[in-house]
């Protein structure tokens, strides 16, 4: 294991196949489901409505300050399940590796991926493993999949914005995009700073029951950050916004970063922050029961929905003036989860 | 975040604007240009003219660099990148500008041209240094920011002996674009675009200094206020110019004294005129041919030089004939008043090369400032 490589008998399905799954996936995910060693895992439904999401991670590099490859598949699937509202029960795993990946990296993806679900209590219960040949990947992708499970009466969705709801960003932005880039070659700069990979399950259960159908909608800014959140959800209800600069949460690290690179903090990539939208009576009170929670220390009201027909999201600038904020175009920085 | 958050104070921002609006005659309009890319897209970014009475207006100036690079040299960089041997290097501003037929680096990239993008001309080197068996072409571009890092890389080049390292040099020059600016017609043929003063360069300024604009500013009558990038350098350097034109002066100020001196960077201007000769000629998108307006290789260093080394002969290419970059980079019309604009031209997928770059007068009015227009029609709309 120590010096040992991926070849393409670990993928062909044979007894080198068996060998990796009992040696490396089972022991890292460990749960019944998989001890039953079937090409599937069934379980029981409870009632209800199920929600169901799917992601596939390719970020470079694979391990990055504050989590790796492995622990993002299990925080970016359980966050998509779970801006719904829905409580994640299991998750799916399909591992993509490259020819001559070293089988002591792909147990530490796969340790890191069953303490991330364990934390979570989300098993991966189900799994696919295939080997592609040298250069025809960048190591190891993976796509996970996950269900969860909605509370009656729960229905949130990107166009259940109303004029007057109130805006709450979970935390801090950014962290996650500056950390990744502050480890690629060619940007080169030094940062404490860890990426904000978490999941958020826990956070969106307290917020569930804390504002109840007073919640229109949760999303988590990923690719695209706050911006290309904001705008989907614009663009979904049909509505615009006016958000205050100054509320923004940004961290110091990251605003100097942001600065260096000519980026703007409100498009940088985040993997555990969510926003979320509440009709505004509900708003104080959901704020501090966020604040309560350790993902939502840094809470914040950052803006107002509005009626506008073109559905900008504007921004008074902490400077004075107005401006709009608006998608990325074209790609800042490849691969990034 | 310190040294920076000084510079964007609103309160300070508030107290600026107040004395603007008190000092600027209200019989009068004032149209000052801010030349640079970098204050366009700090006026739009931080929302300055939200700040500024309707009497004080701002053009948008074609100080930036992507914007002004004809489509003819952009067709010479994708010819070079689709060679097999070479590598080019570029930085990252340049891969979506549009090129003949609707072709990008972006593209060619794409189609199997090997396209690096990268954040410093020592990278391009490093490229060459680990890629021994492969011609690495740097694709210089930009005003007298970005000439001495280009002449550091040249410089580097040779004391290294690197045979498989080449500059493709598009350096331009800010004072003779300037001039073309205020020889310009306007579109009423009234003699020149309506400019009361110029908001001057900052970085430029850092190497060039202020002495070059005192020529301009005598000839042509105007005042010239070199500025910083941050939204307060900017509110003070138009306070400064309002101030000027009350008191009849045309004069060079400079309000960026913490980077830059009347005589600039000597180090810098010594290392670019010892690797860099001024072409008779160059041709700007929306300027046309400007006479000793940009930068080639010297004859000493014609072996770094990619133009000799490819035999590269520029072949003039027209604009679509419905983009506007033209007239906007000349500030005779604003990125609203083109027909493209919001239409078949956004930053997804740009005509033009103002929409390109953040710092094009259309990108930056696309990305932060297109809800006024909305906002105007809307109030036009209301009193109909």
């Known amino acids: 294991m120590r010096h040992g490589r991926i070849d393409l008998s670990h993928g062909a399905g044979g007894r080198a196949t068996a060998q990796l799954i009992d040696e490396i996936f089972r022991p890292a995910f460990d749960n019944p489901y998989l001890d039953q060693a079937n090409d599937q895992a069934a379980f029981d439904v409870p009632a209800g409505r199920m929600v169901m999401s799917t992601d596939a991670y390719v970020i470079s590099p694979l391990f990055f300050p504050g989590g790796d490859i492995g622990s993002l598949a299990v925080h970016g699937t359980i966050n998509d399940i779970a801006m719904s509202g829905g409580r994640p029960l299991h998750l799916a795993a399909s591992y993509i590796i490259e020819e001559g990946f070293p089988l002591i990296e792909l147990q530490r993806i796969a340790n890191s991926m069953g303490r991330a679900s364990r934390a979570a209590s989300v098993a991966v219960i189900t799994g696919d493993t295939k080997v592609v040949e040298r250069g025809k990947g960048d190591g190891v992708f993976i796509s996970t999949t996950g269900i969860g499970i909605v509370p009656p009466g729960i229905a949130l969705s990107g166009d259940r914005a109303r004029p007057g709801d109130r805006i709450i960003l979970s935390g801090c932005i950014g962290d996650h995009g500056v950390a990744i880039m502050s480890l690629r070659n060619n940007l080169g700069f030094d940062t404490e700073l860890l990426s904000d990979s978490a999941a958020l399950h826990g956070l969106v259960a307290e917020m569930v029951h804390a504002a109840g159908t007073s919640l229109r909608l949760m999303r988590d800014p990923t690719r695209g950050g706050l911006a290309a959140t904001l705008n989907e959800i614009a663009q979904q209800s049909g509505l615009g916004m006016v958000l205050e600069e100054r509320a923004i949460p940004v961290r110091g690290e990251v605003a100097a970063a942001c600065e260096l690179l000519g980026l703007d903090p409100l498009t940088v990539a985040n993997e555990g922050k969510l926003v979320a939208v509440v009709a505004p009576e509900e708003a104080d009170h959901l704020l501090r029961v966020m604040q309560a929670h350790p993902l939502g220390r840094e809470a914040a009201l950052i803006g107002t929905i509005i009626a506008d027909d073109q559905f900008f999201v504007q921004i008074t600038t902490s400077f004075g003036g107005s401006r709009i904020v608006d998608w990325l175009a074209g790609e800042q920085l490849p691969r990034i989860c | ?273 010892e690797i860099f000769a001024l072409r008779s000629s160059f041709e700007w998108r929306g300027l046309g041919e400007l006479p000793l307006s940009a930068l080639r290789l010297r004859d000493d260093y014609a072996d770094l030089d990619a133009e000799r080394r490819f035999l590269i002969e520029t072949v003039p290419a027209a604009d679509n004939p419905a983009c506007e970059c033209g007239e906007i980079l000349r500030g005779i019309k604003k990125p609203a008043q083109c027909k493209l604009f919001g239409t078949l031209c956004s930053p997804d997928t740009p005509m033009g090369s103002c929409m390109v770059s953040p710092e094009g007068a259309c990108a930056a009015h696309w990305s932060y400032g297109r809800f006024r227009d909305s906002a105007k029609a809307g109030a036009e709309r209301a009193l109909v």
Request: hydrophobic share 45%.
């Open chain 2, 1 to 273: 975040m310190k040294h920076i958050d000084e510079y964007r104070d609103g309160n300070l921002a508030r107290s600026i604007a107040a004395v603007i609006a008190q000092e600027a005659a209200t019989d009068r309009q004032y149209r000052f240009m801010e030349f640079c890319g970098g204050h366009t897209h700090a006026i739009s970014r931080y929302g300055i003219e939200d700040l500024l009475p309707n009497n004080v207006q701002m053009v948008h100036g074609p100080g930036c660099p992507v914007c002004v690079l004809p489509i003819g040299r952009i067709d010479d960089a994708i010819r070079l990148a689709m060679r097999p041997e070479v590598i080019l290097c570029t930085y990252a501003d340049l891969m979506r500008v549009p090129a003949s037929a609707g072709r990008t680096l972006l593209k060619a990239r794409a189609a199997g041209a090997d396209i690096r993008m990268v954040y410093s001309t020592l990278d391009a080197i490093s490229i060459a240094e680990a890629e021994p068996g492969r011609e690495v072409v740097f694709f210089a571009i930009g005003f007298e920011t970005t000439t001495p890092p280009t002449a550091r890389a040249i410089r580097l080049a040779r004391r290294k002996n690197l045979a498989n390292f080449s500059i493709f040099c598009n350096h331009v020059l800010t004072p003779p674009a300037i001039r073309a600016i205020l020889d310009t017609p306007d579109l009423e043929g009234a003699g020149r675009v309506r400019v009361d003063g110029f908001v001057g360069p900052a970085h430029v300024s850092t190497v060039i200094g202020t002495v070059p604009y005192t020529g301009l500013a005598e000839t042509y009558r105007k005042p010239v206020v070199v500025a910083g990038f941050e939204p307060l350098d900017m509110m003070q350097a138009i306070l400064m110019l309002v101030r000027q034109i009350n008191q009849g002066r045309h004069e060079v100020e400079n309000q960026y004294i913490r980077a830059v001196t009347a005589q600039g960077n000597l180090i810098a201007q010594r290392e670019m005129a």
